[in-house]
C-alpha cells in the first residue's frame, strides 16, 4: 500500500501531538498529586532519560525502515521474514483498548468546556458534586459527548495522514503550546507557584515504593505513545532520510516540558486557592473550575481556553492511537480508509459505553470486576502492563533480534559511533532488564518493601 509522507516538521508536530495529550495534562498532574509529588516526577523522568527516549528511537526505526503498517513493518525488519515477529505488530491494537476510556475522558472535557461558559462552581463542594453527578448519575449526557469526541476524532482520520492528521497537528499543536504557556505566565505571579516548584521538585526519596515506581514507568510510556504502535505508523510516513534520532529528541522534549509546564500551572492555581492536590482523576475538572470561578469574567474565558487546549491535545493524540488498526486494516484487508475507521471507531465507542457505566451509580455493579471499574480495568491494563510489555517487545527486538549492522545502519548518516553505541547499549543493557524488572514487579513477583 502506498502511503502518503509527512512533511518533516509535519511529522515531528504529529508524533508531539500523540505523545501530548490528556496524559500530559489530565493525567500526569492527578498522578503526580497521588503518587507523593517529587517522588513520583524523579521516576518519571529518570524513565523517559533513560528508557523511553531510546526505546522512541527503536520504535520509530522499525516503521521508519519497514515503512508498512505495524504488522508488516516487523516482518519487513525481522532477520527471518517467515518467522513470529510480525505478530508483534499487534501491539497496535491496545489502542482501541486506551480509546474506550481515552474518548470518554475527551468528552467529559468538551462537555467542560460548553459548562463552563455559564457555569463555574465557586467552591469545591459544588465543585465535586458537579464532577460526581456528571460522571455517576448523567450517562445520557456522557454518551452524548463520548459520541461527539469519537465524531471529531474520525473526521480527522477519513481526510488520512496528510489531509487530516497532518493538517490538525499544525493548528492544534501550536495553539495547544500558546494556551499552556499563557495559563503558566499567569500562574506564575501567584504565590502558589512557589509553592508548586517545591511539590514538584522535592525529591523525597521515602516517598518511593514499588507502587510508585510501577505507576511512573508505566506513564512514562502511556505519555510518550510507546508500546502500541502509534509513533511506528506515522513512521512509515516519513520522508526519506529524515533525522530520526534528533526527531525522537524534540517529541520528548516537547512532551516532557508540556507535562512539567501543565503540571506547574495546575498545583500552582490549586495551591493558591488551598486546594487539595490529590484530588484523582477529577483534579482538572474540580479544582481549576473553581478556580477559574474566582477571576470573575477573565476565569471563565481561561476555563474555556484551558478546556479547549485540553481538548486539543486529546484528539491530536486519538488519531494517533486509532491510526495503527485503521493503517492495518487498509493494508491487511484492503478496505477503505472509512470502512476501517468507522469499524474501529464502533468498536471503541461501544466498548467506551460500558466503561463509563462502570462509573455510574445505577450500572456500576455490573460492571465493576475484582472490585474495580471497568474504566480502571482498561487504564490499568493498558498504562501498566501492555505498554510497557510492547515497549519491551520493540526493544528486544532492536536490541537483540535485527543484526546490529542493520540497526547501525538505520543510524549511521545522523549519529556518530559513540553517540550510536550509547543508545544501543541503553536500549539493551537498561531498557530491556528495566522493563522486565517493571513488568514483573507489576506481578507481584519482586516487590520493593512500600517505604
Ligand atoms: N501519549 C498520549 C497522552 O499522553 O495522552 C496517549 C497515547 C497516545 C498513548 C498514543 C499511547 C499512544 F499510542
Known amino acids: 500500500m502506498k ?31 497521588d503518587y507523593g509529588g517529587g517522588a513520583f516526577v524523579l521516576i518519571y523522568l529518570l524513565t523517559i532519560l533513560f528508557v523511553g527516549f531510546s526505546v522512541l528511537v ?99 482520520l477519513l481526510q488520512g495522514i496528510k489531509g487530516g492528521i497532518e493538517k490538525a497537528n499544525k493548528v492544534l499543536m501550536p495553539a495547544l503550546i500558546l494556551i499552556i504557556l499563557g495559563l503558566l505566565i499567569y500562574a506564575m505571579q501567584l504565590d502558589g507557584f512557589a509553592k508548586s516548584v517545591e511539590f514538584m521538585f522535592a525529591f523525597d526519596f521515602s516517598k518511593i515504593n514499588s507502587e510508585a515506581i510501577t505507576q511512573a514507568v508505566g506513564h512514562s510510556f502511556f505519555t510518550l505513545s510507546l508500546g502500541m504502535a502509534a509513533i511506528l505508523t506515522y513512521s512509515a510516513s516519513l520522508p526519506k532520510h529524515t533525522n530520526i534520532f534528533k526527531t525522537a529528541f524534540y517529541v520528548v522534549i516537547l512532551d516532557t516540558v508540556i507535562a512539567m509546564m501543565a503540571g506547574l500551572m495546575m498545583y500552582a492555581f490549586v495551591f493558591e486557592f ?48 486509532v491510526e495503527p488498526t485503521v493503517q492495518y486494516a487498509m493494508d491487511r484487508f484492503k478496505w477503505t480508509r472509512l470502512k476501517a475507521t468507522t469499524i474501529a471507531s464502533v468498536i471503541f465507542f461501544t466498548v467506551g459505553i460500558f466503561a463509563l457505566l462502570s462509573y455510574t451509580a445505577d450500572y456500576g455493579k455490573m460492571f465493576t470486576f475484582g472490585g474495580m471499574p471497568l474504566f480502571d480495568i482498561l487504564d490499568k ?71
Not at 465557586?122 to 469526541?149: C, P, R, S, W, Y
Not at 477529577?282 to 485540553?310: K, N
Not at 556518530?416 to 550509547?422: H, I, L, R
Open 3 to 33: 502511503i502518503a509522507h509527512f512533511t518533516r516538521i509535519g511529522f515531528i508536530l504529529a508524533a508531539a501531538g500523540s505523545a501530548v495529550g490528556l496524559g500530559n495534562i489530565w493525567k500526569f498532574p492527578y498522578m503526580v498529586g
Open 58 to 156: 527503536a520504535e520509530i526505526m522499525v516503521g521508519y525502515v519497514g515503512r508498512s503498517d505495524a504488522v508488516a513493518s516487523f516482518q519487513e525488519m525481522a532477520p527471518d521474514k517467515k518467522g513470529n515477529w510480525k505478530y508483534a505488530g499487534f501491539m497496535g491494537l491496545t489502542g482501541l483498548v486506551i480509546m474506550t476510556f481515552y474518548s470518554v475522558v475527551i468528552g467529559w472535557i468538551l462537555y467542560y468546556m460548553t459548562q463552563s461558559i455559564n457555569f463555574l462552581p465557586e467552591t469545591m463542594e459544588v465543585a465535586k458534586e458537579g464532577f460526581g453527578d456528571l460522571v455517576g448519575n448523567q450517562i445520557g449526557t456522557q454518551i452524548v459527548f463520548h459520541f461527539i469526541a469519537t465524531l471529531f476524532v474520525m473526521s480527522i
Open 274 to 321: 488551598g486546594q487539595d492536590p490529590s484530588a484523582g482523576p477529577g483534579l482538572v475538572f474540580m479544582s481549576l473550575p473553581t478556580v477559574f470561578s474566582q477571576l470573575g469574567g477573565l476565569g471563565t474565558f481561561f476555563a474555556v481556553l484551558f478546556f479547549l487546549a485540553l481538548a486539543f491535545a486529546g484528539m491530536t493524540s486519538a488519531i494517533s492511537i
Open 381 to 451: 491494563l493498558t498504562t501498566n502492563f501492555l505498554l510497557p510489555f510492547g515497549g519491551l517487545v520493540v526493544a528486544v527486538f532492536i536490541g537483540f533480534v535485527v543484526q546490529r549492522e542493520r540497526v547501525y545502519a538505520a543510524l549511521s548518516d545522523f549519529i556518530g559511533e559513540t553517540t550510536f553505541k550509547v543508545w544501543y547499549f541503553s536500549v539493551r543493557f537498561i531498557a530491556v532488564p528495566a522493563l522486565i524488572f517493571t513488568l514483573l514487579n507489576l506481578l507481584g513477583i519482586i516487590s520493593i518493601s512500600k517505604g
